[in-house]
């Protein structure tokens, strides 16, 4: 079978994927609606024997949690290209070479009605830690270079105010997007365009992206996200639009609009599957550096076992990017001359990822 019908092999193996996960869940919602009633009631039969817990009864100490990974991937590019590169990406952003795309470690105190005040501490490194708080458009922040290695360093507290309130300041993972910037954490091993362009992680408060600082300036965003959770499916529909007035002749808005809508299901035990279709506009350029319209689709299977306190995650996928517009594209084959690279409208990925974690929960 030569490259093209591998690619075309693997383009409708997603397809048929996508449909299988979407008619089962069909099936899977039918069963559970019929069934809904008597697991209500077998709920609610098992509330009324509880006991009460026991008032003399000490209150539990604080625990420290403390967690670690390791997360090293293969992209297969078909395209080859010279330089390495998956154009316009921050995270796994170098193909055809065994790379660590990120490693981390961290400790946390939950907040609790014993102990009020929490904390979280994460460092990180790796080729997704190198890009993946950086705009093509705004200019760095000082200190940025070692700034990026920060996961997370915050303090919350547990304010008794009704049934708790949590205040949290200090750098966090963000409002914003569905995927997490660690790929332990997603139902796929590469991100979606909306998640590289959108904040991964947030940090006090920000301005504009423009040197003019005036409110007319300033960029407005709006990020619609929801998910339907029913074992042994996972729904999720994500709608982005942003837009900006820029700071040049004519005062001309950018406009940035995305969605993706991934099905995961678990087939049985440690495997699932998942199957992402998504898109991405960027009309001026402003949010990925280069004018292009992309349709993606991500398929992927994933083995998980769980031992003891350790984690192992196995993934293969294959994704199909297709870009298109005035600065679309991808990367393809050898210098045409010196530092210039060919650029193709399609990308065909063939993905390997491993990632080990241990948390002491």
């Known amino acids: 079978m030569g490259a093209f019908g591998l690619k075309r092999s693997l383009f409708w193996l997603v ?13 899977v919602f039918a069963d559970e609606l019929a069934s809904s009633k008597v697991s209500r009631a077998a709920a609610d039969a098992a509330t009324s ?10 209150p539990p100490a604080a625990k420290w949690q403390y967690n670690g990974f390791v997360d090293a991937g293969y992209l297969l590019d078909f395209n080859h290209p010279a330089n390495h590169l998956f154009r316009d990406r921050s995270t796994t952003f170098k193909v055809d070479e065994l790379d660590l795309n990120m490693a981390g470690a961290g400790v946390k105190k939950l907040a609790s009605e014993t102990s009020r005040w929490g904390m979280e501490l994460a460092m990180q490194v790796g080729k997704d830690s190198e890009n993946f708080g950086f ?11 070692w700034l990026r290695h920060f996961g997370l360093a915050d303090v919350s507290y547990l304010a008794p105010v009704g049934k708790g ?69 996972t729904m999720a529909f994500e709608l982005q639009i942003g837009t900006e007035r820029v700071d040049a002749p004519g005062n001309p808005s950018a406009l940035w609009m ?23 506009w960027d009309r001026e ?8 319209f992309v349709k993606a689709v991500t398929g992927t299977l994933e083995y998980k076992l769980s031992y003891r306190k350790t984690t192992t995650i196995a993934r293969l996928e294959y994704r199909f ?3 298109r517009g005035k600065g679309g594209g991808f990367f393809r084959g050898a210098e045409v001359s ?24």
């Open 285 to 292: 350029g402003r949010w990925t550096g280069s004018v292009q």
């Open 165 to 233: 309130l949590t205040l949290q300041a200090g750098l966090f993972n963000s409002l914003i997007g569905y995927d997490s910037l660690y790929a332990k954490d997603n139902f796929t091993y590469t991100r979606p365009w909306a998640g590289d362009y959108t904040p991964y992680l947030m940090f006090g408060v920000y301005g504009p992206h423009q040197s003019n600082t005036a409110l007319e300036f300033w960029r407005f965003f709006s990020d619609t996200m929801t998910e339907w959770k029913r074992d042994p499916l």
């Open 49 to 58: 024997v509880q006991q009460e817990p026991d008032a003399a009864s000490p």
């Open 258 to 280: 995305s969605a993706q809508l991934p099905v995961h299901r678990i087939v049985h035990g440690p495997w699932s599957v998942t199957a992402r279709p998504e898109v991405a």
């Open 15 to 27: 397809v048929v994927a996508s449909w299988w996960i979407t008619s089962a869940s069909i099936i």
């Open 135 to 145: 705009s093509p458009t705004a200019p760095n922040v000082s200190g940025s270079d």
């Open 321 to 323: 990017d297709d870009s």
């Open 338 to 361: 010196p530092g210039v690279i060919a650029l193709t409208p399609t990308q065909h990925l063939l993905i390997f990822g491993l990632i080990v974690g241990f948390n002491s929960q």
